[in-house]
């Protein structure tokens, strides 16, 4: 009893329901000696009859009856669900769940997936910041965002940013009292707002970049964040130093509440990309976030 065919238990289900032969064998793709092969080795296998043919069509006898009532239902759950599962892989519908760095997420991604939610309402989003790096499929993500060279070997990486900077900046306050830093070395000397990244196992240290020299300075001060925007909101009030990508500041500095210094040591970081574990049986939803996402402006 152990090894009965499913596949013939599926064929019986069918046949009940319809009640006609040519139509089950229709539904099924198969001819009707097929199916009746089928029947007749499933009720060998069971020991009993489940089917009477009459000249009006097909008919359950009483042991036939009782299987179909305890097993139709079960099988048209497993039907709605692989349709449902049919409707996910041909339209976007379902939740899509990404971790990402704030910066990410409200200069690339909101700005971008918010578009979509009007014409698929079916669709979902789950945006989580983390600066950490995150185990994407033991966390149960559909994909991550971190900058190029951050990037497991395994995953599959799709630019969705430019490259960009970061710079260092400071209020107009805060430089009425102090000198601009005009190497890094001489940010030791000034009031750095710090950032602790749980992925560097502590304060974050300040990269910089000119000719070919790279430098990494571990700043000091009166502040430390976890996350960046807070950093910038303590600068912009003039409390300190901020390390921050350039077009997260630049509408800032245009404006003139804030001043860039150390720009030739300003380092450029590759830009972000979405990635992922594989590109076998993406769902449709999965394949239009990637497609708006994608960054097409490459040089």
Same mark, same amino acid.
């Given at each position: 009893?152990?090894?009965?065919?499913?596949?013939?238990?599926?064929?019986?289900?069918?046949?009940?329901?319809?009640?006609?032969?040519?139509?089950?064998?229709?539904?099924?793709?198969?001819?009707?000696?097929?199916?009746?092969?089928?029947?007749?080795?499933?009720?060998?296998?069971?020991?009993?009859?489940?089917?009477?043919?009459?000249?009006?069509?097909?008919?359950?006898?009483?042991?036939?009856?009782?299987?179909?009532?305890?097993?139709?239902?079960?099988?048209?759950?497993?039907?709605?669900?692989?349709?449902?599962?049919?409707?996910?892989?041909?339209?976007?519908?379902?939740?899509?769940?990404?971790?990402?760095?704030?910066?990410?997420?409200?200069?690339?991604?909101?700005?971008?997936?918010?578009?979509?939610?009007?014409?698929?309402?079916?669709?979902?989003?789950?945006?989580?910041?983390?600066?950490?790096?995150?185990?994407?499929?033991?966390?149960?993500?559909?994909?991550?965002?971190?900058?190029?060279?951050?990037?497991?070997?395994?995953?599959?990486?799709?630019?969705?940013?430019?490259?960009?900077?970061?710079?260092?900046?400071?209020?107009?306050?805060?430089?009425?009292?102090?000198?601009?830093?005009?190497?890094?070395?001489?940010?030791? =000397?000034?009031?750095?707002?710090?950032?602790? *990244?749980?992925? @560097? &196992?502590?304060? $974050? %240290?300040? +990269?910089?970049?000119?000719?070919?020299?790279?430098?990494?300075?571990?700043?000091?001060?009166?502040?430390?964040?976890?996350? =960046?925007?807070?950093?910038?909101?303590?600068? *912009?009030?003039? @409390? &300190?130093?901020? $390390? %921050?990508? +350039?077009?997260?500041?630049?509408?800032?500095?245009?404006?003139?509440?804030?001043?860039?210094?150390?720009?030739?040591?300003?380092?450029?970081?590759?830009?972000?990309?979405?990635?992922?574990?594989?590109?076998?049986?993406?769902?449709?939803?999965?394949?239009?976030?990637?497609?708006?996402?994608?960054?097409?402006?490459?040089?």
């Amino acid at each position: 009893m152990n090894n009965i065919d499913f596949n013939s238990l599926f064929t019986f289900i069918i046949v009940a329901r319809e009640r006609n032969f040519t139509r089950a064998a229709a539904q099924l793709g198969v001819s009707q000696s097929a199916l009746s092969h089928s029947i007749r080795r499933l009720e060998e296998k069971l020991g009993v009859r489940l089917l009477t043919r009459t000249t009006r069509g097909v008919s359950t006898t009483e042991v036939g009856e009782r299987l179909f009532s305890n097993l139709g239902h079960l099988y048209g759950g497993i039907e709605d669900e692989l349709k449902v599962l049919n409707d996910l892989k041909e339209k976007p519908v379902g939740t899509i769940r990404i971790t990402a760095h704030d910066h990410a997420i409200n200069t690339i991604l909101w700005p971008k997936l918010s578009k979509l939610l009007p014409e698929y309402p079916e669709l979902n989003f789950e945006l989580s910041i983390a600066y950490e790096f995150t185990d994407i499929v033991d966390s149960r993500f559909d994909a991550g965002v971190r900058a190029g060279d951050q990037i497991a070997k395994d995953m599959i990486a799709v630019r969705i940013s430019p490259d960009f900077k970061m710079v260092v900046v400071g209020s107009p306050v805060y430089f009425s009292t102090r000198e601009k830093p005009k190497v890094p070395q001489d940010l030791m =000397s000034h009031n750095c707002i710090n950032l602790r *990244l749980a992925t @560097y &196992g502590g304060i $974050y %240290a300040w +990269e910089f970049e000119k000719k070919g020299e790279k430098l990494n300075i571990q700043v000091t001060g009166q502040m430390i964040f976890n996350t =960046s925007p807070q950093g910038l909101t303590a600068a *912009l009030d003039g @409390y &300190g130093l901020c $390390y %921050a990508p +350039e077009d997260l500041v630049q509408e800032s500095i245009i404006k003139g509440d804030l001043i860039q210094v150390l720009d030739d040591w300003s380092p450029t970081f590759p830009g972000y990309h979405l990635y992922y574990p594989s590109r076998r049986q993406s769902s449709a939803a999965f394949q239009l976030i990637v497609n708006t996402l994608r960054y097409t402006n490459q040089v």
